[in-house]
């Protein structure tokens, strides 16, 4: 699909964290196109990617054979009113929290719509994007999308689209739980005497190298974690605190809340 034009409503974080990809992949500037109403983004999108930018929809965006939705999900069904007689022959990508792929097949015209759940270290080529694809959504759809977020990072697809709120509470929401606890890591390491500076350094050297060690392994990270485990030792002292203060139960409640505020966002918004 390299000689076929990709189409964004919408140009923000998200939107320039793709794009950026595409071009450092090779993808021509002139073969993307973005719809974005503020002054200000379309100048930064021109001149940071050199694409082609519009204010409004034009007949241009019957050109591209994938269209990605990124706008915010309340400003979806007005964005998409202006669109819809240059986008149904396009594969849609949406990277809305909340938007269903029902509203989003009737909005655009099409069947073949693939919603996505995002991170926010995607920005920096390290997320994780879940996916749903309708029935419609071919192989070669699904292999396209992979290849337009692979720059973005890693990717799962799920087969059911309410999975996605599983999703949004574990990866989507998930990086500020860790900027949570890192937080409170550097709190503590004030607290002990050392500078914030290097509590910070300490916390998220920790954090991001157990998480590579976690990757790399094959093992559970209970094991993982029974190993840093000394009986009578110091973690064995934080994990005992952490016990008695069922932050485990804590967490797992947490996760599904959010889990449950992204169901309720669908109800609003995604009818």
Known sequence: MSHTSIAFIGGGNMASAIIGGLIRAGRAPQQILVVEPFDEA????SHDFGVRVFARPEAALSEAGLLVWAVKPQFFADAAEPCAPWVAQALQLSVMAGIRSDAIARLSGTERVVRSMPNTPAL??????????????TESDKQWVEEVLAPTGRSLWVSK????????????????????????????????GLTAEQGRLLALATCSGAAELALQSVE???????????????????????????????????????????RELGDEFGA
């Not at 379309?42 to 999108?45: D, E, G, S, V």
Request: no cysteine; glycine share 8%; proline share 2%.
């Open 124 to 137: 920096i080529g390290q997320g994780i994007t879940g996916l749903f694809g309708r029935a419609a959504v």
């Open 220 to 262: 559970d990270p209970a094991v993982l974690r029974a190993r840093v485990t000394s009986k009578g030792g110091t973690t064995q002292a934080a994990i005992s605190s952490l016990e008695a203060d069922q932050v485990a139960l804590a967490l797992r409640r947490a996760v599904l809340a959010a889990q449950r505020r992204a």
């Open 42 to 45: 379309r100048a930064r999108l």
């Open 161 to 192: 689209e309410a999975d996605l709120d599983a999703v949004t509470a574990v990866s989507g929401s998930g990086p500020a739980y860790f900027f949570y606890v890192v937080e409170a890591m550097m709190a503590a390491a004030v607290e002990m």
